[in-house]
């Protein structure tokens, strides 16, 4: 099948060029010639995260680094954005962690507003916050430059330091995330998303005084702990040994990414939610159609649709397989009342102009 069929939220398609650099033959994971391998992505990596600080690179899923945000980061108790499946696992890691947690939960299709978060953080006693930056099994974008400063002002306020814990699982890569300058803690994502790698490997970025806080903390673990994550990465090593392969495809992946330039990367993201946006309110409001995340707060990566009871979106997968392309359908208790649309990664506009003609086809029947 040719490159263009597959729009899963979740691994994406992966360019073939990508796929191809897997193909190169083993090294010695301590040797020079992965320290100049680590030493070439760095910079990169770092620009991709609009950061100084290092990105590290975990051969795990993402929810590994979700778990490293809270064994380093948490140091009592935290508060829990929830608005979504992913957010709530994101609560959850906390708990299963043994730290205190206090869930602020809104709507699943809804975002959170940052003073609302103000207000909760003012009766002290938080140490952390976490967040999903895009929510995947919405399609919702926090506002998360304006949570951060939500965060910041309760700081100042009680004197407390509070750490920001980011999942920016389906933004990163795809969408703005200023690491620095949102002044955010721990920023995580992983290769199967807007990055268009296959899946294995988690990235993430910590601030200093994440870094300070983990310092402190026992129960870090050993293989998520950032106080070994950072050591290593100044000497362009891993602290664990890393799935080689998967470097070699992050490696090309880099190149391209660069070749095209971040905010032309983020600008096609753009491009393509727009038009999935435009199509909805459209051609698919003919025949039930409407976008689930409220007009403001849409992921530029991923769009949910919700769809008619007459067409569960399980069975409208089904019919766009059969015609060779893959999309997602509800996630969770969303699984038949919604369909979502993987527009990120390396995908283009023709490409996707491609599957909303099949899948208006099919609601034409």
Partial sequence: ????????????????????????????????????????????????????????????????????????????????????????????????????LEIFEVAWGEPHAPEEVRRRLLGGGFDAVTVVHSETSTGVLNPLGEIAEAVRSVEASNGEEILLLVDAVTSLGGAAVNTDDWGLDWVLTGSQKALALPPGLAFGSASRRMLDRAASLTGRGQYFDLIEFDRNWAKHQTPN??????????????????AEGIEARLARHQAMAERCWEWTETTGARFGLSLFAPEGYRAPTVTAIAVPE?????????????????????????????????????????????????LEEIFEG
């Fill in 1 to 100: 099948m040719s490159f263009g069929h597959f729009f899963l939220p979740g691994p994406t398609e992966v360019h073939p060029d990508v796929l191809a650099a897997q193909a190169q033959p083993m090294m010695g994971h301590r040797g020079k010639e992965m320290t100049s391998l680590i030493a070439e992505i760095d910079l990169p990596l770092r620009r991709i995260f609009a950061t100084e600080r290092p990105v590290y690179v975990s051969s795990s899923s993402a929810t590994g680094f979700m778990e490293a945000g809270v064994r380093n980061g948490v140091r009592r108790r935290a508060l829990a954005l929830v608005n979504g499946a992913f957010s709530q696992r994101f609560a959850d890691l906390v708990a299963d962690c043994g730290k205190e």
């Fill in 241 to 258: 040994t890393p799935a080689l392969t998967l470097f070699y495809a992050l490696q090309k992946q880099l190149e391209r990414i660069q």
């Fill in 310 to 358: 007459s067409h569960p979106g399980s069975e409208i997968t089904k019919a766009l397989k059969a015609r060779g392309y893959t999309i997602g359908s509800g996630y969770g208790k969303l699984k038949d009342a919604t369909i979502r649309i993987g527009h990120m990664g390396d995908h283009d506009l023709d490409g996707l102009n491609r599957l909303l003609r099949e």
